[in-house]
């Protein structure tokens, strides 16, 4: 069973950047795409980026591209994502998600908070 331990969450202000980490505990992890998903107080959690198994392709909603990057490191079977020039509404906690073998897996969740 696989674990995902995401870390590098915080307070910053607005403007400010934040690397989001996600490591997870079987080298399995880089043999499957793997998604970035937030959830802010009273809404739904929403997608935020995505990147293959390889790392050579990546998926962004048009309302994240610009700002957030994702990249892995399989050798270290960790996924980041590094946020930029953030803003008071990217205030959530930020997931780490993956799909192996039709079975969900959702780590515990980062909070991020982003001050005006």
């Known amino acids: 069973q696989v674990q995902l331990l995401e870390s590098g969450g915080g307070l910053v202000q607005a403007g400010g950047f934040l690397r989001l980490s996600c490591a997870a505990s079987?080298?399995?992890?880089?043999?499957?795409?793997v998604g970035w998903f937030r959830q802010a107080p009273g809404k739904e959690r929403d997608i935020v980026a995505g990147v293959s198994r390889t790392g050579m392709n990546t998926y962004y909603p048009d309302s994240m591209k610009g700002r957030f990057t994702i990249s892995r490191d399989n050798a270290k079977n960790t996924v980041y994502l590094q946020m930029n020039n953030l803003k008071p509404e990217d205030t959530a906690v930020y997931y780490c998600?993956?799909?192996?073998?039709?079975?969900?897996?959702w780590g515990q969740g980062t909070q991020v908070t982003v001050s005006s």
């Open positions: 998600y993956t799909r192996i073998t039709l079975r969900d897996y």
């Open positions: 079987e080298r399995t992890f880089s043999d499957y795409a």
